[in-house]
């Protein structure tokens, strides 16, 4: 069994990491609709990817309480047709925090998408590539920098993510108590050290994350994409 | 492949800079001729090419190929850009950045054709040039690659998007020759777009020239655009730079496709329809030209 701290700190990557994976297979379709796709209620579409960077955590947090409830639909179904409850889970917290990352991974990928030059598409379309095609060997291949940047965002600010886990999952250790709920909780207790534990390592990591996206898009323009 | 006419029959309404145009086009295209779509910027030569590449729908009409319909608005049949098997060829290249040349020359073949790959590129004077990302080449070389890489798949139409007009006099006048080069090798019925009556002249078998949406005339360059208007000995076209007024009379400054600067003068009743910037053709009837070996 590994120490608290050990283990804390393995929980908060492993939702790092699977947030990042499920929202890298949703963000890649979703960008390349929303960069490219004309439709009348777009922006209703955009204003909708964007509302977690504009609202606090504990409205989304209520709103995601309120539906793994089972006097709601969503909860309803999922107690009774899988016998799952999502409230204070891992998985829980792995759903809210997709949810709540959306805009980090969807928004460098769509300005990439959309900044990428449209006659390559059409260059490609008309070698007879189709759409897939065109996607994952031109528009992916050359929107790189915005890719990194939106796995790395999506990662470290999964790592620093604090309001809507205490909302969705409490603080149950090994299951829902990430490392910045871990610190709100020490300091609680008055355990500084343990407390300062927590916080130099998350320090570091986003520092280490951030340094990381800005090398790598030192050529182009860091801060548009982000 | 002889029976690959081109038939053209297609409206569509552009909003452009120069206002609202309804483009009408009616024309049939005999397979393997190189025809020049010749005229103004904006007046519909490259939404046309667009349209017979499937990157822009007609409002209206139909396109058919041989026996295919590629295009029929009345019969809701829209073949994608993807079935058309053509070659397209743009004003700014649109080479894949992320990949070498020897790459994106082959990444429109389905089966790797190795050999023709290799033939294409030695064709070009690309040899050399084939582990290079595209950035580290110069405009003409990028167009080299791009006219290689539309014809790596042998499509049946070549569509060139005024491939030249980012370049050079002199690289123009190298790669007008990998063209008709390209031409004649393949056979392939190419279309190209051009603003510059110098290069109709050196490329077309056929012009067809466009105004404000419709074909003014399709025909040999000789035809349309000299026996028909003037039996003249000297003919040279250009742009007029400068009209400066001097007592009774005005001077036109023209500058030549070959950058040649002329003086003309010009009377009054000429001056009412020209304006700066108006293409001209300069033309002498009455004396005969003196040649002198450069």
Redesign the interface.
Known sequence: MPSPFIQTLILTGKLAIYTTSILLVIGLPLSYFMAYARFRFKPVLEALVSMPLVLPPSVIGYYILVAYSPNFWFGKLLSEWFDVQLAFTFEGILLASVVFSIPFMVQPLTNGLRAV?V??R?????????KTTTFF??LI??IKPSLITAIALTFAHCIGEFGIILMVGGNMPGETRVASIAIYDEVQALNFDAANQYALTLFLTSFVILTLIYTVNRKSDAWKMI | MENDIIELDVQKELVSAYGRMVLSIQISISAGELVVLFGESGAGKTTLLRMIAGLTTPDNGTIKVGDEVWFSSARGINMPPQKRNIGFVFQDYALFPNMSVYNNVAYGQKDRDKIFIDELLQNFGLTEFANRKPEKLSGGQKQRVALARALARKPKFMLLDEPLSALDAGIRTSLQNEILKAHSISNTTTLLVSHDLAEVFRLAQKVMLIQDGKIKGFGRPDDIFINNQISGKVQITGTIVKIETQDTFYLLTVVTGMNQIIKVTAFESDIAELTEGDRVMVFSKAFNPLVMKL
């Open positions: 030059p006659n390559l059409e260059a490609s379309y008309t070698l007879g590539k189709s060997r031109v291949p050359n």
